[in-house]
């Protein structure tokens, strides 16, 4: 199964930067690395609000390619760490360095919590970083191909549709996948709209095990609200709470679902969804020192995400 278009455009300023250099063993010899995060300002509208985001992107690179030649994303990198300014260093944004990433994409870190349940945080990926030299747009959108799993509501607390609407989408993107693997590799990744517009076609064109492209901006920010706690007797508690946010909005796309070889083959599908619940259980069962892996489930049903 190919793998879906997947690119994410940053450009904003470098407000923190937290890079290091990483010495491992692989294939029993020893290789160095370089990896980490930094912190990109955006401020740009999302659904037609302005907004000031700042992006959380990761970042690594082995030192040598596969050829064992030296890796162009290590120096891009690299030179991030010490030659680039950041707000943190700076003190101010207009004494940060601008930076620009045309190649990130969108993956999922998925792990098991404290309480035994999959946790599964959308997070970009880059590998080359550059300063942002002439015009100087600030934006962070993305591109991508999937699979709909399923098209819902966005509801509160209380299970009510949130006011205004919000749709929440569940994608399945194929990412790169190893030619010695068994399965295809695809993340389960979650969109959002919130335009009336968008909400509208989305409901209109699109359904279920079909695919679709789309296009939208990255809304990476926080939040605070207040918190009224009334009980008993006397004046009510108050507290506030921060809410972050990190979410992918989608701002238009295919009306037509995409077919032939465009389109993703329902059946490497359901086998990339089948390995990955087995890596989630065999994770849980790590995780509680248990001696048994649940069954993968190939129904021809709807996708089982696994959780």
């Not at 890796?71 to 030179?79: L, Q, R, V």
């Not at 100087?136 to 098209?151: G, H, L, N, R, T």
């Not at 609407?165 to 190893?178: E, R």
């Not at 605070?224 to 508690?237: D, L």
Request: overall charge negative; some cysteine.
């Amino acid at each position: 199964m190919r793998q879906a278009e997947n690119r994410v455009r940053i450009e904003g300023i470098l407000a923190e930067s937290d890079l290091k250099y990483i010495s491992y063993t692989k294939n029993g010899e020893p290789a160095e690395a370089i990896g980490g995060l930094i912190k990109v300002l955006v401020e740009q509208e999302v659904n037609g609000e302005p907004v000031k985001l700042e992006i959380p992107v990761h970042a690594f690179s082995t030192k040598l390619t596969k050829a064992g030649k030296p890796n162009p994303s290590y120096e891009s990198i690299e030179k991030v760490m010490t030659e680039f300014v950041s707000i943190a260093a700076a003190g101010s944004a207009a004494q940060a360095d601008k930076i620009r990433i045309t190649n990130g994409n969108i993956k999922m870190n998925e792990f098991i919590g404290q309480n035994g349940q999959v946790v599964s945080q959308p997070r970009v990926n880059a590998s080359f970083i550059s300063r942002a030299v002439g015009d100087f747009k600030p934006e962070a959108s993305f591109d991508i191909e999937f699979m709909v799993q399923s098209i819902n509501p966005v509801l509160d607390r209380d299970g009510v549709e949130v006011d205004p609407p919000k749709l929440s989408i569940t994608t399945i993107v194929p990412q790169y996948t190893s030619p010695n693997a068994s399965a295809p590799n695809v993340d389960v990744v979650p969109l959002f709209a919130v335009s009336p517009g968008v909400i509208d076609a989305i409901n209109n064109y699109w359904e279920a095990e079909s695919c679709y492209r789309a296009h939208g901006r990255l809304n990476f920010s926080s939040r605070t609200e207040e918190i009224v706690s009334e009980g008993g007797f006397g004046e009510p508690q108050r507290s506030i709470r921060t809410i972050n946010v990190s979410e992918f909005i989608i701002t238009g796309g295919s009306e037509a679902a995409l077919d032939g070889d465009l389109a993703f083959d329902i059946d490497e599908i359901r086998a990339g969804i089948a390995a990955r619940k087995t890596r989630i259980e065999e994770s849980k069962t790590n995780k509680k020192s248990a001696k048994t892996v649940p069954a993968q489930n190939t129904s021809k049903g709807k996708l089982d995400l696994g959780f």
